[in-house]
Every structure is written in C-alpha cells, then in structure tokens.
C-alpha cells in the first residue's frame, strides 16, 4: 500500500468540488464582470485540491507562465527589488471567436507569501491594470480569490465585453489550475516510485 497517498489524491481530484469534466473546463470558476464607466472589475474564486504552496509556485511562476497560460506568448522577470517585490514583463492575445486582444504590459509584483499577490501596471496598453489575489485554505484544498480592476486605452462595448472578458479569465485561471494538479500528480508520483526502491 505504499502508492496510498498517491491513489487517494487521485481520488480526491475525481470527486472533490464536482466533476472532473466541470473542472478541466472550468466551469466550476466563478467569474463575475462590472463594467462601471470606463472601470472593469472583475472578481473570481475558485478551489483547487492542493496547498496554498503547490497553489502558490505556480500563480508565482512568472518566468514559465508561458509555458501553461495559453494567451501568453511571452512572460518574464525583468528586474528584482527584494524576494517579495519585484518586475515582469507579460505579452500576449486573448482571443475569443472573431475578437481579439492583443496585451502587452510591465507590472510591479508584491508579494505576501503563500497568502497574497498584488500586482500594479507601470506601462502597457492598458490606462490602469491593478491585481489582487488571496490564496486560503479550506482543509484540504485551497481557495483562489482574484479581482482585476482594469480601464482600457480603447472602449470595449458592455455586451461583448463582458463574455469575452468573462471567458479570458475564466480560461487563464482554469489553465493555471490544471497546472497545479499536474505538478501535484507529478511529485506524488515519483514520491511513490522513490518509496517503492
């Protein structure tokens, strides 16, 4: 029974918050949009069945987030004021159907480990892009509260604004997710085969 740990993970990934199929896809992520002015706001949560340190290497991963979030095509650490604050430099396209969004932005990072991520825009094609995210256990998984307080340079229309925004977060975040599950299985696995030696 040495592969326990590993079997009941497993488990747990099959039948915690819902079916698997909900969750690969997403659909479990609330994601809500206000557009108020020329202000976006948009607040999201969701669990994931890993710690807030597994939660938190990968939300954290600036320099291999391309690797995992679709709309990136480039993501980076550009310059480091101490472990907690520091540069990075994301740039990419959402696309969904016949809208796309091109982004491109330099962000300041502070962070509160394993608890909270805030990010601040310093220039992109965005006028304001402020982020917070607060990361909270809930016994045996972990919680993800995210809200975006966003004004664009150009105006979007409320309609489509709100789906395409609605379906881009709820895409980038579920995608993350997916790659804290795999990480997760992945380092159980070989705990598993380093045990069985």
Do not use: C
């Given at each position: 029974?040495?592969?326990?740990?590993?079997?009941?993970?497993?488990?747990?990934?099959?039948?915690?918050?819902g079916?698997?199929?909900?969750?690969?896809?997403?659909?479990?992520?609330?994601?809500?949009?206000?557009?108020?002015?020329?202000?976006?706001?948009?607040?999201?949560?969701?669990?994931?069945?890993?710690?807030?340190?597994?939660?938190?290497?990968?939300?954290?991963?600036?320099?291999?987030?391309?690797g995992?979030?679709?709309?990136?095509?480039?993501?980076?650490?550009?310059?480091?004021?101490?472990?907690?604050?520091?540069?990075?430099?994301?740039?990419?396209?959402?696309?969904?159907?016949?809208?796309?969004?091109?982004?491109?932005?330099?962000?300041?990072?502070?962070?509160?480990?394993?608890?909270?991520?805030?990010?601040?825009?310093?220039?992109g094609?965005?006028?304001k892009?402020?982020?917070?995210?607060?990361?909270?256990?809930?016994?045996?998984?972990?919680?993800?509260?995210?809200?975006?307080?966003?004004?664009?340079?150009?105006?979007?229309?409320?309609?489509?604004?709100?789906?395409?925004?609605?379906?881009?977060?709820?895409?980038?975040?579920?995608?993350?997710?997916?790659?804290?599950?795999?990480?997760?299985?992945?380092?159980?696995?070989?705990?598993?085969?380093?045990e069985?030696?």
């Amino acid at each position: 029974m040495r592969n326990a740990p590993f079997l009941l993970f497993v488990w747990s990934v099959l039948f915690t918050a819902g079916s698997l199929a909900d969750s690969l896809e997403g659909k479990d992520i609330e994601v809500q949009v206000k557009m108020i002015g020329e202000n976006i706001i948009i607040d999201l949560n969701f669990a994931v069945p890993a710690t807030q340190q597994e939660v938190w290497e990968v939300l954290t991963d600036f320099d291999g987030m391309a690797g995992f979030v679709s709309n990136l095509e480039e993501s980076k650490v550009v310059s480091v004021s101490s472990k907690d604050k520091f540069t990075i430099f994301q740039r990419g396209a959402a696309i969904y159907g016949p809208v796309s969004f091109p982004f491109e932005s330099i962000r300041e990072v502070r962070l509160i480990p394993h608890r909270k991520i805030g990010t601040h825009l310093i220039s992109g094609n965005m006028r304001k892009l402020e982020g917070i995210t607060h990361l909270t256990n809930e016994g045996g998984q972990t919680r993800v509260v995210h809200r975006t307080d966003a004004i664009p340079k150009n105006w979007i229309p409320e309609t489509v604004g709100k789906i395409f925004i609605e379906h881009e977060m709820r895409e980038q975040f579920n995608e993350m997710r997916n790659e804290i599950i795999k990480r997760k299985m992945a380092a159980l696995k070989e705990t598993d085969v380093r045990e069985k030696r």
